[in-house]
């Protein structure tokens, strides 16, 4: 990532930051005389976002991804996300240009050539034991933002690179809870369904979330695993019933479950 260096004396940053020596006043005057006559000659250097803005949601409604206009446009993706949420009431020309030179045609091919269900029910299902959008998207490799379309279901499709490595972090993490107890609530409410539910069906669109059968050995960790995803739930007032159908349990091993940790507590 490039960085920018500090201010110097001389140039209209460092005005900009409070300087005022004749350098720096000299450097503003030139700045504003320039944007003056762009005005006077009809060359505006700042205009409206609303035609950015529509071109880039009908290159959304072909099913690009920001990171797509980004990379083809040369626009941050932090700029072309704050023109869609509104947060601009003008936008620099240039911009606006580059935005436009982004042709309304399908996505390129080579981005989006998989199926996203798996990727959608792994991001879920990780979030669903404890993991925020935020660390697994460090984890990944991606913005915030990206993995949290993914998350929403919002695409059918994804990257081949995305889909293995939302994958590779799946096989690293799915195995031990995860440490944010506010992941596990939205999951809860959202009706995400932890890794157990999956298995090895994950990628297949008609398959319906339940709990595999594991190897005696790992019995203790899955008892107690299962002990904690029940306890979360029900700390959410979630049905009995309920909490059974999502994570693939007999409801009487809930329900029995449930009253044993009342008695405990």
């Given at each position: 990532?490039?960085?920018?260096?500090?201010?110097?004396?001389?140039?209209r940053?460092?005005?900009?930051?409070?300087?005022?020596k004749?350098?720096?006043?000299?450097?503003n005057?030139?700045?504003?005389?320039?944007?003056?006559?762009?005005?006077?000659?009809?060359?505006?250097?700042?205009?409206?976002?609303?035609?950015?803005?529509?071109?880039?949601?009908?290159?959304?409604?072909?099913?690009?991804?920001?990171?797509?206009?980004s990379?083809?446009?040369?626009?941050?993706?932090r700029?072309?996300?704050?023109l869609?949420?509104?947060t601009?009431?003008?936008?620099?020309?240039?911009?606006?240009?580059?935005?436009?030179?982004?042709?309304?045609?399908?996505?390129?091919?080579?981005?989006?050539?998989?199926?996203?269900t798996?990727?959608?029910r792994?991001?879920?299902?990780?979030?669903?034991?404890?993991?925020?959008?935020?660390?697994?998207a460090?984890a990944?490799?991606?913005?915030?933002?990206?993995?949290?379309?993914?998350?929403?279901?919002?695409?059918?499709a994804?990257?081949?690179?995305?889909?293995?490595?939302?994958?590779?972090?799946?096989?690293k993490?799915?195995?031990?809870?995860?440490?944010?107890?506010?992941?596990?609530?939205?999951?809860?409410r959202?009706?995400?369904h932890?890794?157990?539910?999956?298995?090895?069906?994950?990628?297949?669109?008609?398959?319906e979330?339940?709990?595999?059968?594991?190897?005696?050995?790992?019995?203790?960790?899955?008892?107690?695993?299962r002990?904690?995803?029940?306890?979360?739930?029900?700390?959410?007032?979630?049905?009995?019933?309920?909490?059974?159908?999502?994570?693939?349990?007999?409801?009487?091993?809930?329900?029995d479950?449930?009253?044993?940790?009342?008695?405990?507590a």
């Amino acid at each position: 990532m490039t960085r920018k260096t500090p201010p110097q004396h001389g140039e209209r940053r460092c005005y900009l930051r409070g300087c005022r020596k004749p350098e720096c006043e000299a450097a503003n005057y030139r700045y504003m005389s320039r944007l003056r006559l762009d005005h006077v000659q009809g060359r505006p250097r700042r205009t409206t976002p609303d035609t950015a803005v529509k071109h880039l949601n009908a290159l959304l409604d072909l099913g690009w991804t920001q990171a797509q206009i980004s990379r083809i446009s040369g626009v941050n993706h932090r700029v072309l996300g704050s023109l869609l949420r509104g947060t601009y009431r003008s936008t620099n020309c240039s911009v606006e240009k580059r935005v436009l030179a982004v042709a309304i045609t399908a996505p390129p091919a080579d981005d989006r050539d998989t199926d996203s269900t798996g990727t959608i029910r792994r991001v879920r299902a990780l979030i669903a034991i404890g993991y925020s959008g935020a660390s697994i998207a460090a984890a990944v490799g991606v913005h915030r933002d990206a993995l949290n379309v993914i998350a929403r279901g919002d695409r059918t499709a994804v990257r081949v690179a995305t889909a293995q490595s939302i994958a590779r972090v799946y096989r690293k993490l799915s195995g031990t809870p995860g440490p944010s107890e506010r992941a596990r609530a939205m999951a809860a409410r959202r009706g995400w369904h932890s890794p157990m539910a999956w298995g090895d069906d994950i990628d297949d669109p008609s398959a319906e979330p339940e709990i595999d059968i594991v190897e005696p050995a790992g019995r203790n960790e899955l008892g107690a695993y299962r002990r904690r995803e029940i306890a979360h739930l029900a700390s959410f007032n979630v049905p009995e019933h309920e909490i059974a159908d999502r994570l693939g349990m007999a409801r009487t091993y809930v329900h029995d479950l449930i009253r044993d940790m009342g008695k405990a507590a």
